[in-house]
C-alpha cells in the first residue's frame, strides 16, 4: 500500500471516529435535555446526530480532498454552534460572541462544499 493510499486510509478512520463520537455526543445530550431540560441541549444534540451519519458516509466512501476539506469545515461549525447552545445551557452565558452565527455559517460552507465535491474532478 502507498504512502498516499495509507494516509487516506487513516484520515477515513479519523472522520469515523469523529461519527462515533458525535453520534455517542448526541444521545448523550438527548438524554441530559429529556432529564433536566435544556432547549439549547436539545438543539445541540439534534444537530450533532443528524450530522454523525455525514462523518461516516465520508469516511466509509473513501473521501477525496474536497469531501475531507468539507468535513473540517462542517467539524469546526458544530464546535462553535453545539459548543454555544451548551454554553448556554449549562454556563448560563454564550461561549463567546456571535459563536452560533459564525457556527451556523460554517455548517452551511460545509455542506455547500459537500454539494460542490460532486462537481470535483479527481485527478486520473
Known sequence: MSLAAQLSNGGNRILVFIAG??????????????????AFTGTAA????????????????????????????????????????????????RLFPMSAPIGGTLLIAGWLAIAMSALWRTRP
Open 21 to 38: 463520537v458525535l453520534g455517542a455526543a448526541g444521545v448523550a445530550l438527548s438524554a441530559a435535555a429529556a432529564h433536566r431540560g435544556g
Open 46 to 93: 439534534n444537530f450533532l446526530l443528524m450530522h454523525a451519519p455525514v462523518f461516516l458516509a465520508i469516511g466509509l466512501a473513501g473521501a477525496n480532498r474536497c469531501l475531507r476539506i468539507a468535513s473540517l469545515v462542517l467539524l469546526a461549525g458544530l464546535l462553535l454552534f453545539c459548543g454555544d447552545m451548551l454554553a448556554r445551557d449549562f454556563l448560563g452565558s
